[in-house]
């Protein structure tokens, strides 16, 4: 069992930057891919970074590429989203997921465990 604790999430203006951490709970952390997920009000959750167990490979939605890292902190338990150069659209709900898998999945049906999300509201 994981349990994921989102947070760092606010209002920010258009350009500036956010750092969302998802604290987890666990031995097994090391084990799990993790994945940020989002979802704007009427649209479906999106995969918009991926990073599998080992932290050597990522995936990144062409939305934020360039503009968003994924990283994690094994020994510290935590996933992290630096968000920077932001904007409007990326006015969301913000969810970390882990996956009981070493290679991460884009799918939100592949991921087991889920956070309760935190908001990230940008202004123009």
């Known amino acids: 069992q994981v349990q994921l604790v989102e947070s760092g999430g606010g209002l920010v203006q258009a350009g500036g930057s956010l750092r969302l951490s998802c604290a987890a709970s666990g031995r097994t952390f090391s084990s799990y891919s993790m994945a940020w997920f989002r979802q704007a009000p009427g649209k479906e959750r999106e995969c918009i970074a991926a990073?599998?167990?080992?932290?050597?490979?990522?995936y990144y939605a062409v939305s934020v590429k360039d503009r968003f890292t994924i990283s994690r902190d094994n020994a510290k338990i935590t996933l992290y989203l630096q968000m920077n150069s932001l904007k409007p659209e990326d006015t969301a709900v913000y969810y970390c997921a882990a996956r009981g898998a070493s290679y991460y999945y884009i799918g939100a049906n592949g991921y087991h465990y889920w956070g309760q999300g935190t908001q990230v509201t940008v202004s123009s």
């Open positions: 990073i599998a167990a080992s932290g050597g490979n990522t």
